[in-house]
């Protein structure tokens, strides 16, 4: 008789195992003997820490860490975890990744509402931010909304283009020929997709849009193999619109408590910069004509302003 497949729970904590060995081992690859105060940190010649060297830093016994840094089934704590953040210099997305992977990850705040509370006052919200681009995401970095803004600038809602703003980000053409921060921003959005994903271990959903980018970007690929984490924050863009010429934003993610599902991104122009008047041409009745210089693929919304 064939051995019974092992069950959903067996193969996710196979996985998270795996994930918490491969995310030591190359935390601790990063820190140099230097950097942990080692007294011959700077006589050493090998990149990273030494197992052992983590263990007698972090207080614990060099047989524990091990097992540990391999994914064994052992009994961890949150104080002994913090010691091991502390020596392999983890940032506060890392550490809470880390407590993920050893399985002590807080559950994830839901909303007591249901699902059309504040969507009104949310699509709003980003229509008053305008001639700036505005808009929604659900946790999966779904576009759910945006405001006339982002749909002329960043091409929000263009046909033929996915409504996921990871996939668009890798895989619309238009769209990174425009980007001209896209090489600089690509390694953090995917670390910041990644500190989305430690807040669901095992969700099948960000499974699934993994496979999915996987199999038609090695850019994502490339740089998801790197297993950076970062928590959200401002990320400066800088895009090349064929009618006004050169764009610059800082991005900021936020979260609405009482819709934790739900995130406003919101694109400011950079001070220094002339892109606040750009927009507000842009979006006028006058500077929403048709480009000359546009495909038919390209008219009808996104990047280029089309007739309303």
């Known amino acids: 008789m064939a051995d019974a497949a092992p069950t959903h729970t067996a193969r996710d904590t196979s996985r998270r195992r795996q994930e918490l060995r491969e995310f030591l081992t190359s935390r601790r690859a990063r820190v140099t003997p230097a950097e942990a105060g080692l007294p011959d940190g700077g006589r050493r010649r090998t990149p990273g820490l030494r197992r052992e060297e983590v263990a007698v830093l972090a207080g614990v016994g060099a047989s524990w860490y091990q097992w540990l840094e391999q994914g064994r089934d052992i009994t961890v704590s949150s104080q002994v975890l913090d010691s091991v953040a502390r020596v392999l210099r983890l940032s506060g997305a890392e550490r809470r990744h880390l407590y993920v992977l050893a399985g002590l990850n807080p559950p994830l705040p839901r909303s007591e509402h249901d699902a059309q509370y504040l969507c009104d006052g949310m699509q709003r919200l980003i229509d008053g931010w305008m001639p700036y681009p505005a808009h929604i995401m659900d946790a999966y970095w779904n576009n759910i909304a945006f405001n006339e803004a982002a749909k002329l600038v960043l091409g929000h809602g263009r046909p033929g283009i996915s409504s996921n703003c990871l ?142």
């Not at 009482?258 to 008047?277: E, I, K, Q, W, Y």
Request: aromatic content about 8%; some cysteine.
């Open 167 to 308: 996939i668009a980000f890798f895989t619309d053409p238009v769209y990174r020929a425009r980007a001209k921060s896209w090489e600089r921003n690509a390694p953090m959005v995917v670390a910041q997709f990644r500190a989305a994903c430690s807040e669901r271990p095992d969700d099948e959903g960000f499974e699934a849009l993994i496979s999915e980018l996987s199999a038609v970007s090695v850019d994502f690929v490339r740089l998801w193999a790197l297993r950076d984490i970062q928590d959200s924050g401002q990320i400066h863009k800088e895009l090349e619109h064929p009618l006004v010429g050169t764009l610059r934003f800082e991005t900021t993610k936020l979260r609405v408590p009482a819709r934790p599902d739900l995130s406003v991104v919101m694109h400011n122009p950079l001070p220094d910069s002339d892109t606040a008047a750009k927009l507000a041409r842009l979006v006028s009745p006058e500077g929403r004509g048709r480009d000359p210089r546009a495909t038919g693929a390209e008219r009808g919304g996104g990047l280029y302003p089309v007739a309303s």
